[in-house]
C-alpha cells in the first residue's frame, strides 16, 4: 500500500470514528434530557464537543499531507496538531465553566471521558485493521 493511500485510508477511519464519537455525544444528551433535565443534557453536549472538536481539529491537520512527505514533517505536523488539540480543549473547558451557568459538571466531564475512551477503542480498531 503507498503511503498516500494509506493517509487516506487513516484519514477516513479517523473521520468516521469522530462521526461515531459526535451521534454517541447526542445520543447520551438526549437520553439526559429525556430523563432529567437541559442542564444535564446541554452539559453532556459540551463535554463531548470537548472531545470531538479538539479530535476533528487534529485529525484535519495531521493527517493532511501526502506520502511524499518527510517523516520529520509528518511527525512535526502529529506535535503541533496534538499541542494545539490539548490547547482547544483546556479552552473549550474554559468556556464552559466561565459562561454556561448553570453547568452539570458530572455530565460533563462523564461525557468527555466516555468520548475519550471510544477513542482509545477506535485506535485500537483501526491499528488493529491496519497492522
Not at 9 to 34: E, H, M, N, P, W
Not at 46 to 65: D, E, K, M, Q, T
Request: proline share 3%; hydrophobic share 60%.
Amino acid at each position: 500500500m503507498s503511503d498516500q493511500t494509506e493517509i487516506a485510508t487513516s484519514r477516513v477511519a479517523a473521520y468516521k470514528l469522530i462521526g461515531i464519537q459526535l451521534a454517541i455525544t447526542i445520543v447520551i444528551a438526549l437520553l439526559l434530557y429525556a430523563l432529567f433535565d437541559d442542564v444535564p443534557a446541554y452539559s453532556a453536549l459540551l463535554g463531548g464537543l470537548a472531545c470531538v472538536l479538539p479530535n476533528a481539529f487534529f485529525v484535519r491537520y495531521a493527517l493532511r499531507g501526502s506520502g511524499q512527505q518527510s517523516p520529520l514533517t509528518v511527525v512535526r505536523w502529529f506535535y503541533v496538531g496534538e499541542a494545539v488539540k490539548l490547547i482547544m480543549t483546556c479552552l473549550i473547558f474554559a468556556a464552559c465553566f466561565a459562561l454556561v451557568k448553570p453547568l452539570h459538571v458530572i455530565s460533563l466531564f462523564v461525557t468527555y471521558l466516555v468520548m475519550m475512551m471510544i477513542n482509545l477503542a477506535g485506535l485500537v480498531l483501526i491499528a488493529n485493521n491496519h497492522g
